[in-house]
């Protein structure tokens, strides 16, 4: 079993940046396990925002927000981060961390956050 518990969340103006953590709580094997930040803006499903294969080196974005997003990981401290620069009010959405899977379907993920709210005001 793994719990996920997500922070960092907030409300920013636009062109702002946040950075979003989520922390596992699992025993061991943190480092063999691919982990994700998806979103569901308001009125839309759950949409993939970024992943990051157990190595911590390759990752994969979505368009919207590729080069303005960063995914990291530190297996140290079981967490992975997303850093977010540039914020439109487009990104304005719940984000979930997910454990378990890769890529943008959110049926190939096991365990789930309970969601942080990011707001981007104009």
């Known amino acids: 079993q793994m719990q996920l518990d997500e922070s960092g969340g907030g409300q920013v103006q636009a062109g702002g940046s946040l950075r979003l953590s989520c922390t596992a709580s699992v025993e061991r094997g943190f480092e063999y396990i691919n982990m994700a930040w998806f979103r569901r803006r308001p009125g839309k499903d759950r949409e993939f925002v970024a992943a990051i294969l157990w190595n911590g080196v390759t990752t994969e974005y979505s368009n919207s927000v590729k080069g303005r997003f960063t995914i990291s990981r530190d297996n140290a401290k079981n967490t992975v981060s997303l850093q977010m620069n540039t914020l439109t009010p487009e990104d304005t959405a719940e984000y979930f961390c997910?454990?378990?899977?890769?890529?943008?379907?959110?049926?190939?993920?096991?365990?789930w956050g309970q969601g942080t709210q990011v707001t981007v005001s104009s």
């Open positions: 997910g454990a378990g899977g890769w890529g943008p379907d959110t049926r190939e993920y096991e365990y």
